[in-house]
C-alpha cells in the first residue's frame, strides 16, 4: 500500500513557469513532511520540509503548500529554471516514531525547457 | 566532507552470482537504510539499522542480507542475484530527531544490473 500518493509522474514547464507536485496521505499520525530533489546521477538531497503547524513555507523559489483538513501537500517551483530539472520526492513520517521512517511517494521527474 | 560513500558505482552481476555493496558514514549517524529505486516506484526501503549490531527487515528485504559491525559501516549483501535486483541502490544514515524531523542523507547510488 501505497502511503504517499505523489503526482503528476513527469512534468515539462518553460523556464519562468512554475511547476506544481501534489502529494497525499492517509495516516494521520504524519507530521513531518520534506520534499527531497534528485539530480541524475546523484542522490536525493532534502529541498525543503514542513511540519502540519503551518500551511506554508517557503524557500526561494520554493514553497511548500500544505492543507492538513485534505491530508495533501504541494511543492511549488516559482521561476522554473532549466537547473531545476530534476525527479522530485514527497516523503512522510510520524517524528515521534520510534525510526522516524520516511515513506516516499514515486516521485515526478520534472523537465525545465529553456 | 564525505557523508555517505558507497562502493562500488557500477556492477554488472550474472544470475546466481553474489556481491556486496560497501556503504561508511564519516557523520556519527545511529540509524542507516539501504534503499533500491527502480523508474517510476520512487525509493523502497530494504533494510535498515538503528545502531551498531542492530539490523531490521523494511519493504522488500527478499534476497538481500545486512550487518552493523560498526557505527560507521552498513554493507549490503545480494545473495543468488537476479534479474529483479536490476536496480539503482542507495545506501543513507541519519540522525532522526523527534523535534525537527527525520533528515535522511544519501549516498550517491549504486547501478547494479544482473544479466
Known amino acids: 500500500q501505497q502511503q504517499v500518493k505523489q503526482s503528476p509522474q513527469s512534468l515539462i514547464v518553460q523556464k519562468g513557469g512554475i511547476s506544481i507536485i501534489n502529494c497525499a496521505y492517509e495516516n494521520t499520525a504524519f507530521d513531518y513532511f520534506p520534499w527531497y530533489q534528485q539530480f541524475p546521477g546523484k542522490g536525493p538531497a532534502l529541498l525543503i520540509a514542513?511540519?502540519?503547524?503551518?500551511s506554508e513555507k517557503k524557500e526561494g523559489r520554493f514553497t511548500i503548500s500544505f492543507n492538513k483538513s485534505a491530508k495533501q501537500f504541494s511543492l511549488h517551483i516559482m521561476d522554473s529554471q532549466p537547473g531545476d530539472s530534476a525527479t522530485y520526492f514527497c516523503a512522510a513520517s510520524n517524528r515521534g516514531s520510534t525510526l522516524g521512517r520516511l515513506y516516499f511517494g514515486r516521485g515526478t521527474q520534472l523537465t525545465v525547457w529553456p | 566532507n564525505a557523508g555517505v560513500t558507497q562502493t562500488p558505482k557500477f556492477r554488472i552481476l550474472k544470475i546466481g552470482q553474489s556481491m556486496t555493496l560497501q556503504c561508511t558514514q564519516d557523520?556519527?549517524?545511529?540509524?542507516m537504510y539501504w534503499y533500491r529505486q527502480d523508474p517510476g516506484m520512487g525509493l523502497k526501503l530494504i533494510y535498515y539499522s538503528v545502531g551498531a549490531g542492530i539490523t531490521d527487515k523494511g519493504e522488500v528485504p527478499n534476497g538481500y542480507n545486512v550487518s552493523r559491525s560498526t557505527t560507521e559501516d552498513f554493507p549490503l549483501r545480494l545473495e543468488l542475484a537476479a534479474p529483479s535486483q536490476t536496480s539503482v541502490y542507495f545506501c543513507?544514515?541519519?540522525?532522526?530527531?523527534?523535534?525537527?524531523?527525520?533528515?535522511?542523507?544519501f549516498g550517491e547510488g549504486s547501478w547494479l544490473t544482473v544479466v
Open positions: 557523520m556519527n549517524h545511529n540509524y
Open positions: 514542513i511540519r502540519p503547524d503551518v
Open positions: 543513507a544514515s541519519s540522525y532522526p530527531d523527534s523535534g525537527s524531523g527525520n533528515t535522511i542523507y
